[in-house]
């Protein structure tokens, strides 16, 4: 990945890689004087005195990049900083130097891996045998507002793909680069209009600011450009020189500073204290636009991305719309899978963590294997939470690598020496530590929203439990979740217990404690089966025994474990027969068991929900005095008191062994998990259970479908902060269209097909447009408009319905209004002898007919009566 991509908005800096990489070993102080003459040499432009500090027979081609690199021409600030020293077998020491050089305010950083031996000179003892350039990042720039030039502005346009930012009159200042402008602040009442042509996006912005384009006044903008498109960005003759004003330029400087920290910075640390920033990629572009009505916005492009178009509220950190750009569609198609541009596969994980709770503290150790995707790279991108630290990162293959930290982002940049190509296996072992929240239960789990504080509550404190899983960022893994296979060895204070990914390999070691210090267990896990992340929980449990689990004929048998907090317990044997009865019935609809072992941990929250990764799933148990109300929630269902369990460990097919190529995807894992959960419903208490949820699901999904389609993912309901219309549309609107979708096929080819789906795409990540072809292959019928109107479409239907009885026949009409939809509607036909029977109609062209043979006298015609349409129906 270019360093570019990494940096749009966001900031990089080296520091954690200098204040925590291992300093250098003990060694002859001559390394030192040899490391300062170096240093002087360079500061100096002296290329002679860098030449004398090598060895004769070090090779001209390898001094002469060196020398050339580090004095030609004289730098104007510079600085030489020694990051490692290893002994070699030979008897010579190999050094990692980082090298910074400024010329014409143009920056650089230069690795370099220098070995050298003793027998120098008196000033620098120890001479340079071999030197070679690991990596370099250059056109860094020391951007500055050019205080001496201010700019009138006349009819001043700027366009973007979908953005248009016009200043009839006023000032203007830039900060230049020896290739030209980059980075532009305009001052004066201005006026910005977005408007996207997509119309999901459309409605994004429509619940933002009320209709489909924003459009609104601005005071200032701060721009960022490529050097070499200034000239098309910016017409020149809109701009006029004129004397400095004071005014203007404080307000310019005052926009300036606050903005340019916010993309393509670096922070060089003790290389150099000053601000350096790199010039966007060809054809990016950002503009920070200060808004009376809404606050700051941002809006971006970045050409890498796949999605190259964002909209952002700065002041609430809301996604307003991110998509695809026309000319992005255009050669990356409607479709895309995170894993399209990734360089590398981690194959293989092996962790291990040190847990310390009542600090919050994790020590880690990682060993990562790694292959190469891309035709070449030299530089991989991991993902670790901003507040761990990198100790080191080091490689079999490559010894010890530098490595960069982009601040305020959960980045790691690691540099090879050399260019790493396609299909090579890489062993990358990370140590690290710090401080680290664990997270909340949150997408990919079930929590709901309160409605109010119950008062006169008894609040009871509640087990104390730590959740690092897919948000917490808790070990270095891939940039995207994939699939991997690894060992996990855990320890915690003796007074814990823990729950992970993985088959726990035996019972816990017990660590006998050091004087004055706690005893610790260690837990090890084996994750033999690919998972797309590994997690953990933390927190005070006791087990029931395992109990061994047949799920269908042809699955293989897991091993069931139930384990609680100890207030939790007692109701651990009643959830393990219900824990045991569900994935039975999930393994027999889908033949197969996922992963080998499950445990179900059972922990104190004051809201139901829960969070399930491979391998195991917890699950909230709210105290019977809870003193919050989640009665008004899409997925609160009352009458349904196994829902929750029973939504987590479908996730176990949907989620874990089935993933998500994207965001817009979720609906893959969370509507069908949701689907599967009200199958349940039906086995465990009948069809008048299940047509209660489904009737709760339609509600909910008709509500809340002006707000978006299913496809817009966590989006949904963000600009409002309103979890409840993500869970409405993604959970709900996602089961029901399978619902829907299985009327139409049929329970056979809608099972075989699913069967088949999750047989072919196990352990890797799905998109609809799969599970579209998967399903047209089961049910012998097209299903693109299916799709399309429900996945990727707000609009709900509107149908008009009328009956006839004549001649002991049902005569029924269904009248499309706008687009087609194809719905499947039941008829319910009840007779006065007080039978009845249900007719699917399958709704498909714009007038849909059907004759119903009829078994006696008709006492009503009801239609949709049993909720299993998302239709509105007119009589």
Not at 240 to 259: C, H, I, M, N, W
Not at 542 to 552: A, D, F, N, R
Not at 616 to 642: C, E, G, I
Request: with cysteine.
């Amino acid at each position: 990945m270019r360093l570019r991509q990494i940096l749009a908005c966001a900031c990089l800096s080296l520091w954690p890689v200098m204040a925590a990489a291992a300093q250098p070993a003990p060694g002859p102080g001559g390394i030192d004087r040899l490391v300062n003459a170096i240093a002087r040499a360079v500061e100096t432009g002296d290329a002679d005195a860098l030449r004398a500090l090598a060895h004769p027979d070090l090779r001209p081609a390898l001094l002469s990049e060196f020398v050339q690199s580090m004095t030609f021409q004289k730098a104007s600030r510079s600085a030489v900083k020694e990051r490692d020293r290893t002994p070699l077998e030979s008897g010579q020491v190999r050094l990692l130097l980082e090298t910074f050089t400024e010329r014409n305010t143009e920056g650089r950083v230069t690795t370099w891996r220098v070995d050298v031996e003793p027998g120098g000179t008196a000033e620098a003892p120890w001479r340079m045998t071999t030197v070679e350039r690991l990596s370099v990042v250059s056109g860094l720039f020391r951007l500055a507002l050019d205080r001496a030039t201010e700019y009138d502005v006349k009819d001043l346009v700027i366009n973007a793909p979908d953005l248009t930012l016009s200043l009839p009159s006023g000032h203007a200042f830039v900060s230049k680069t020896p290739d030209g402008p980059t980075a532009l602040v305009l001052l004066g009442r201005g006026r910005v209009e977005f408007s996207p042509k997509a119309e999901a996006e459309r409605g994004q912005v429509r619940i933002f600011a009320g209709a489909n384009a924003l459009r609104t006044d601005f005071d200032v903008v701060f721009v960022r450009v490529p050097p070499a498109e200034f000239g098309a960005r910016v017409a020149t003759e809109a701009l006029k020189a004129r004397p400095v004003d004071a005014g203007d330029l404080r307000r310019a400087s005052q926009a300036f500073e606050t903005y340019l920290p916010k993309s393509f910075l670096l922070d060089l640390a003790d290389l150099s204290p000053a601000r350096w920033s790199l010039t966007p990629a060809s054809n990016d572009f950002v503009a920070e636009i200060v808004t009376s009505r809404y606050g700051p916005l941002t809006y971006a492009r970045a050409t890498s991305e796949p999605e190259d178009i964002s909209f952002f509220d700065r002041r609430r950190r809301r996604n307003i719309s991110v998509y695809a750009s026309e000319a992005k569609l255009s050669t990356r198609g409607r479709f895309f899978s995170e894993d399209d541009k990734l360089d590398y596969d981690i194959t293989r994980y092996e962790i291990e963590s040190s847990f310390a709770p009542d600090r919050l503290w994790i020590d880690g150790t990682a060993k990562l294997s790694v292959r190469a995707r891309s035709s070449y790279f030299s530089t991989l991108t991991l993902r670790l939470a901003d507040s761990l630290v990198v100790r080191s990162v080091t490689s079999p293959q490559f010894g010890r690598l530098l490595h960069l930290r982009v601040v305020g982002q959960n980045n790691v940049l690691v540099g090879f020496p050399a260019t790493v190509v396609s299909d090579t296996d890489i062993d990358l072992i990370i140590t690290y530590g710090g401080r680290l929240l664990p997270q909340g239960v949150d997408r990919e789990a079930l929590t709901l929203g309160q409605d109010r504080v119950q008062e006169d509550t008894v609040v009871i404190p509640q087990e104390p439990q730590f959740l690092y899983s897919n948000r917490s960022y808790w070990y270095p893994q891939s940039t995207v979740t994939d699939y991997a296979t690894g060992k996990l060895t855990l320890t915690v204070p003796g007074e814990f217990d823990l729950v992970a990914s993985g088959t726990l390999q035996g019972a816990p070691t017990i660590m006998p404690a050091a004087p004055g210090m706690r005893g610790r267990k260690k837990f090890v896990f084996d994750v033999a089966s690919p998972t797309r992340y590994f997690s953990c929980l933390v927190s005070r449990f006791q087990s029931m025994p395992p109990i061994p689990l047949k799920l269908g004929d042809d699955a293989d048998s897991i091993a069931l474990t139930v384990t609680a907090n100890p207030r939790q317990f007692n109701k651990a044997r009643g959830l393990s027969d219900k824990a045991a009865d569900i994935l039975k019935f999930y393994g027999s609809l889908m033949s197969d068991a996922p992963y080998d072992s499950f445990t179900l941990a059972l922990t104190e929250s004051d809201l139901p929900g829960g969070h399930s990764p491979a391998y195991f799933a917890m699950l909230n148990q709210p105290p019977p005095q809870s003193p919050f109300v989640w009665t008004n929630d899409p997925v609160a269902f009352q009458s349904y008191p196994s829902f929750f369990i029973a939504h987590e460990l479908a996730h176990q097919w949907w989620g874990q062994a089935i993933g998500w190529k994207n965001y817009h995807e979720q609906w893959m894992s969370e509507g069908f998990a949701q689907y599967f959960a009200a199958l349940y419903a039906e086995r465990e208490r009948g069809p008048e259970s299940f047509a209660a949820v489904l009737r709760q699901m339609r509600r909910w999904a008709v509500k809340m479908s002006p707000q978006g389609p299913v496809y817009l993912g966590y989006r949904l309901g963000h600009i409002n902060a309103d979890g409840r219309i993500f869970r409405a549309l993604v959970y709900n609107k996602g089961a029901m269209v399978l619902h829907m979708l299985r009327r139409l096929m049929g329970d056979d080819a809608f099972f075989a097909g699913l069967r088949e789906f999750y047989a072919t795409w196990r352990y890797t990540k799905v998109g609809t447009d799969d599970f579209r072809v998967a399903m047209e292959k089961a049910g012998g019928q097209p299903l693109e408009r299916f799709f399309e109107r429900w996945i990727y479409s707000a609009a709900i239907p509107t149908v008009r319905f009328s009956s006839q009885v004549d001649a002991g026949q049902l005569r029924v009409r269904f009248e499309q209004k706008a687009d087609v939809f194809d719905i499947p509607i039941t008829v319910t036909v009840t007779y006065t002898d007080g039978t009845g029977e249900d007719i699917i109609v399958k709704v498909t062209q714009a007038v849909t007919e059907q004759t119903i043979p009829l078994k006696g006298a008709v006492r009503t015609v009801d239609v949709n009566k049993d909720g299993g349409s998302l239709a509105e129906i007119e009589k």
